[in-house]
Structures are given as C-alpha cells and as structure tokens.
C-alpha cells in the first residue's frame, strides 16, 4: 500500500512482511496473522523526510484495531530506535492471549500397584529382578477412583479484543467391565469382586483370574494377585507365587514361595529345603520333595513325598507311594502306600494333633522343666512357692490343650503295603519308634486301654480312630461282665 494515511490494500507485502504503510520519511509494516494473537512491527527509515513519533505509531495501530495486549516497553523502545532512524524487523509490539483447552475427562484411581520395579541408580543393589510386572489388586467394596469430568477451558482474546473460545476437554469412552459398579451418578467407581484391575484405552473391569499360557520366568515374573491364578507350564526358581483364591500349574515349580488362601495345585515340586507354601485350601501334586509345607486343608499326592515338613488341619494321604524322611503332623490322619523307606531313612509323623498346639505345647513343656529347675535350685521358700505356683498354671494349660476336643481330629496313621523301621510314630499322646518293618495294611491308633500302639486291618481314614477304640472299650467291658 502506497497510501500515506491508509491500510495498507491487497496488493503483495514487501518480503519484509506485513502490511505496509508509506510515509515521506519512512515505510512501517504491520503483521498480524489470521489468530489475531500477535502485532508485530517492522521499521524502514528513508533519506528523507520525518521520522515516526509515538502518536503516529498509536494512529496506525488503532487503524488495524490493535488495542489489547500492547507491550509498553516494547512500543517505547520501537518509538525510541524510529525517532533515532533505526531500522526495526518484527518486533513484537502487541501479544493477545491464547486459549487454554479444558482437560479431557478421566479416570482418577485410586488404587495403587502392589509391586513396582526400581529404576535408576538409587538403592540398584536392592533391585529384585524377579519383579517384572505391577499388579493393582482390588478387594470387593474397594474404591478403584472417579471420573473426572472434563472442563470447558479457559476463552483466550486477540489483540482486537475478541474472544478467542477454547477447546472444551473430551469425553471418556471407556467401557464400565465385569466385577465393577459405578455410584453417584456413574463419577464414583467400586470393585464388586475381588481381583485384579485391568484398564485399557476401551474398557476398566476386574478380574479374578490371571493367566500364564506359558513358564513364569523373567518375562512375567514374581507373582501377586487377588484372585486365581492358573499357569499353563513351569514356576521357575526363585519367582514367587501370591493368589489369594487358588493356584494351579500345569508343570512343576522351582525353589519358590507359594501362598494361597484357596486350592493349591502342581505337578511337583523340588524345593531343595528352602521352598515354601503356605495354603488356605486342599494341597494336591504328584510329587513334593524338600518343601516346608503349611496348609489349611488335605494335602493329597500321586506318587511321593519326600524329605518335607508338612502341618495340616487337614489330612496327609500319598495314593501310590511313599512318605519319607522329613516330618509330619496332620490333624485329620495320615495315610500311604509305605511309610518310610527301605533305607530306613528317619520319619516322624504325627497325627490327631492341631500343629498350632504342637509348638504351644513344645513352649509350655520347655517353660516347665525351666521352672522346675529353679525350684529344685532355690533356696528361698517364698521363691519356691512362686516357682510352685508357675508349675501349676503351665500343668493346667498343658492339659487344657491336650484335652481340647476337635472334630476335625483322626489320631490315625494308615499304612497300604509297608511300614519301614526309623519311622517314628505319635498318634494322640503315645509315641513309638518302628524298629522293626511291618507289613501292612495297617491302621496305627492308640491303645488307651494296655497302653501303646494298636496295628490293626486297615480303614479308611474317614472312620475314625476314637469310634474305633470305643469299640474296643465296649467290648472289654462286656468280656468283665462275663
């Protein structure tokens, strides 16, 4: 534009850009882009003439509505340098302001992970390598988090003055999944089972199964989960398995920790006498070697087990072979093909018994010898009396644990074919060791009226020994009636 008072017309800018107005003693050229965020100043002094004031610089801006966001300090400084016969390119003279877009709207959880994996420098000689995965479990009533709805934004304004509107925040299309209900209007979200929360970019849901279609190794790493997992080949050492509702391996499992408040099912299991599992529910393999075993339920296995420490409230039944080695106590009987082994290797096995009050009952007879040692000691009567009273009390809940009635108690141990020497036997408060081998079917119960073992035909375990030894009592009774 050649016009000296004017706006710049359409013909093309000058490359210096903008839009050009042409005074006698200078050119100044104005951009503003389409947005309308910005004015910026170009300044070109001519031979001749007068230099541009700031009243005139105020007059061109006006002409292009430019009236927000000037910069005083940058329009007195492009004044100063314009009077000075400076030459100025794209000074920013004016700045509108821009639109903030509303945040989209989301889910806040929660609920944290239950493992993570330490990264970094920091603590690294602590970094567990076999924790591979993070898994967020949920209880059922648990709060898994809300919806937060998306917000409007925040309205911008060029340079003109004008509103610039923002971009509202976009919605979640997330699909609400199983074991999930939502409250309040659908912002608030509970787990209705418990499990794991699975969330991808399509649905949120909770699941109570987890599944390993191969070995649990480096790829998947150490296992914790509410809920069941099912692992379609092997556990390998030293990865760690936590299901709360019940595990199943389809191959064997390493020198691992297993605990699960439900079933526990594998192959075998080599656990080189460090191994563990702790189980809620029934234990079943086909064969368990040096593993310390704790289970709320039967342990039930194929062939063998082998050099372990078993406690059951439940019963110890091998099918096919032999228990050997190791101890064990079972509340609910022991039962197996052969009891022992031809090497006469050293077995304990007690049954009929809570093992919770076998240890009690280990602390409460080491107490008393402790405390009849100091009375046998001591030389003050008032000392004695006290030791006395000691004694006493620990007698009284001595007794009270053996007395204690379980129903769930079978003070019986079967042997199917053979019952080796070296087995040492404890069946409700009478313990024997075998020194010689017995060739079975044998049931081994105690005799409460001669004293010792009774080896009898064998039962099964679920008759159980006390309506067995009641019998006998019943017929001794009627033989002294006689």
């Keep these: 534009m050649t016009d000296q008072h004017e706006p710049a017309d359409s013909s093309p800018p000058l490359a210096i850009g903008g839009n050009e107005i042409k005074k006698l003693g200078y050119s100044l050229y104005?951009?503003?882009?389409?947005?309308?965020?910005?004015?910026?100043?170009?300044?070109?002094?001519?031979?001749?003439?007068?230099?541009?004031?700031?009243?005139?610089?105020?007059?061109?801006?006006?002409?292009?509505?430019?009236?927000?966001?000037?910069?005083?300090?940058a329009f007195d400084g492009f004044v100063l340098k314009a009077t000075a016969?400076?030459?100025?390119?794209?000074?920013?003279?004016?700045s509108g302001i821009e639109p903030v877009a509303g945040a989209d709207e989301h889910l806040s959880l929660s609920v944290q992970?239950?493992?993570?994996?330490?990264?970094?420098?920091?603590?690294?000689?602590?970094?567990?390598?076999?924790?591979?995965?993070?898994?967020?479990?949920?209880?059922?009533?648990?709060?898994?988090g809300r919806i937060i709805p998306a917000e409007p934004g925040i309205p911008g304004k060029n340079i003109m003055g004008q509103p610039i509107p923002a971009q509202?925040?976009?919605?979640?299309?997330?699909?609400?999944?199983?074991?999930?209900?939502?409250?309040?209007?659908?912002?608030?979200?509970?787990?209705?089972?418990?499990?794991?929360?699975?969330c991808s970019a399509a649905e949120i849901s909770v699941e109570e199964e987890y599944l390993?279609?191969?070995?649990?190794?480096?790829?998947?790493?150490?296992?914790?989960?509410?809920?069941?997992v099912e692992v379609r080949g092997d556990v390998l050492d030293h990865f760690d398995i936590t299901a709360s509702k019940g595990l199943t391996v389809t191959g064997n499992i390493g020198v691992c920790n297993i605990v699960s408040d439900g079933d526990v099912t594998f192959c075998g299991m080599d656990g080189q006498d460090t191994a563990t599992i702790t189980c809620g529910g029934t234990l079943r393999a086909h064969f368990i070697?040096?593993?310390?075993?704790?289970?709320?339920?039967?342990?039930?296995?194929?062939?063998?087990?082998?050099?372990?420490?078993?406690?059951?409230?439940?019963?110890?039944?091998?099918?096919?072979?032999?228990?050997?080695g190791g101890s064990y106590i079972a509340l609910g009987g022991?039962?197996?093909?052969?009891?022992?082994?031809?090497?006469?290797?050293?077995?304990?096995?007690?049954?009929?018994?809570?093992?919770?009050?076998?240890?009690?009952?280990?602390g409460l007879f080491a107490s008393l010898a402790e405390t009849q040692e100091k009375a046998k000691n001591s030389q003050s009567l008032t000392e004695i009396a006290e030791l006395r009273k000691t004694s006493a009390a620990l007698t009284d809940s001595i007794m009270a644990i053996r007395n204690k009635a379980d129903s769930r108690a079978n003070a019986k141990i079967n042997a199917k074919a053979v019952i080796y020497e070296n087995v040492h036997l404890t069946?409700?408060?009478?313990?024997?060791?075998?020194?010689?081998?017995?060739?079975?079917?044998?049931?081994?119960?105690?005799?409460?009226?001669?004293?010792?073992?009774?080896?009898?035909?064998?039962?099964?375990?679920?008759?159980?020994?006390?309506?067995?030894?009641?019998?006998?009592?019943?017929?001794?009774?009627?033989a002294l009636r006689t």
Excluded: W
Aim: proline share 2%.
């Design 289 to 324: 070697h040096d593993v310390i075993v704790e289970c709320a339920g039967d342990v039930i296995v194929d062939v063998e087990i082998h050099n372990c420490t078993i406690r059951t409230l439940g019963r110890i039944i091998v099918d096919k072979g032999a228990i050997s």
């Design 30 to 73: 104005i951009r503003i882009p389409d947005s309308g965020l910005e004015c910026r100043c170009s300044y070109v002094p001519h031979d001749q003439g007068s230099m541009m004031t700031g009243e005139e610089l105020t007059a061109f801006l006006k002409q292009y509505n430019v009236h927000e966001g000037i910069d005083r300090d």
């Design 168 to 198: 509202p925040g976009k919605p979640l299309h997330v699909k609400i999944g199983k074991n999930i209900r939502a409250e309040e209007d659908g912002a608030l979200l509970i787990a209705s089972a418990t499990g794991r929360l699975c």
């Design 427 to 478: 069946v409700g408060s009478v313990t024997e060791e075998i020194n010689e081998q017995k060739d079975g079917p044998h049931s081994v119960i105690e005799n409460s009226i001669e004293g010792g073992l009774r080896f009898l035909s064998m039962t099964s375990l679920d008759v159980k020994a006390t309506d067995i030894e009641l019998a006998f009592v019943r017929e001794q009774k009627m």
């Design 85 to 94: 016969g400076q030459q100025q390119l794209d000074v920013l003279l004016a």
């Design 113 to 144: 992970s239950s493992a993570a994996v330490r990264s970094g420098e920091e603590d690294i000689t602590k970094v567990d390598m076999h924790i591979v995965q993070a898994f967020i479990n949920v209880y059922s009533g648990d709060e898994i």
């Design 212 to 228: 390993v279609k191969g070995d649990v190794n480096f790829r998947i790493g150490s296992i914790n989960f509410k809920g069941v």
């Design 334 to 362: 022991i039962e197996a093909k052969k009891l022992g082994s031809a090497s006469s290797q050293h077995t304990k096995l007690h049954a009929g018994v809570d093992y919770h009050d076998v240890e009690l009952l280990e």
